[in-house]
C-alpha cells in the first residue's frame, strides 16, 4: 500500500487554475489514468471477495451454533425476508 501511495506522488499531474490561481482541476496522462481505474476495480474485488468472506464465516459460525442447539433452525422465508 505505501508503494502505491509514493507512486501517487511521482505522477505527472497538471493543475488547471482559475484567474486567482486557485485549483479546479487536474490533468493526468491517459496512462497513469488508466492505472488508477485498474487499481480501484481490483480495490472493488477485494472489498467483494472480503465482504463474502466475512458472511461466509458468520454463516458457519451460525450453522455451528445451529448443530450446538444454541439456535433455532430459521424456516426458507424468514431467511429471505432478512435479504
Known amino acids: 500500500m505505501l508503494r502505491e501511495i509514493l507512486k501517487i506522488k511521482t505522477m505527472n499531474l497538471r493543475y488547471i487554475t482559475d484567474t486567482k490561481g486557485h485549483r479546479s482541476a487536474v490533468q493526468l496522462p491517459m496512462k497513469?489514468?488508466?492505472?488508477?481505474?485498474?487499481?480501484?476495480?481490483?480495490?472493488?474485488?477485494?472489498?467483494n471477495k472480503k465482504i463474502?468472506?466475512?458472511e461466509?464465516?458468520?454463516a458457519v459460525e451460525e450453522m455451528k451454533l445451529i448443530k450446538e442447539g444454541k439456535k433455532q433452525v430459521r424456516n426458507a422465508e424468514d431467511f429471505?425476508?432478512?435479504l
Open 52 to 54: 463474502f468472506l466475512t
Open 80 to 82: 429471505l425476508n432478512e
Open 32 to 47: 497513469e489514468w488508466e492505472q488508477i481505474q485498474k487499481d480501484l476495480d481490483e480495490l472493488e474485488r477485494l472489498r
Open 56 to 58: 461466509l464465516a458468520e
